[in-house]
Structure formats: structure tokens, C-alpha cells
């Protein structure tokens, strides 16, 4: 099924999206956890820099 939701991705403007990976420390148990998001390529370069 991957593969179907890759392949969407790259026609017309699918292009412009990214999955964006995110480290985030839980306030609650301390340990790490990962957010992922699809989000514009604008947007993910905006939110990589801060």
C-alpha cells in the first residue's frame, strides 16, 4: 500500500509536499518521540530553520 500513496504523491503537485520527521522529548516519560507531518516544502523549510 505504500507504494500506491508514493506513487499519488508524485504526480501533478505532489511534488510540493514533504514528509517532515520531528524529534520531541514526551514532558511526561522523558523519552523521545517522533511526529511526522505532510507539509509544503516552503512550510518545511521555515520549520527546519527555528
Known amino acids: ?3 500506491k500513496a508514493v506513487a499519488a504523491f ?3 503537485e505532489g ?3 514533504s514528509k517532515v520527521i520531528k ?3 514526551s ?3 522523558g ?3 517522533f ?3 505532510m507539509m509544503l516544502n516552503e512550510e518545511a523549510k521555515d ?3 527555528k
Open 35 to 37: 511526529k511526522e507531518e
Open 15 to 17: 511534488k510540493a509536499y
Open 27 to 29: 514532558p511526561q516519560t
Open 47 to 49: 520549520s527546519l530553520t
Open 23 to 25: 524529534m520531541v522529548k
Open 10 to 12: 508524485k504526480k501533478g
Open 1 to 3: 500500500m505504500a507504494k
Open 31 to 33: 523519552a523521545y518521540i
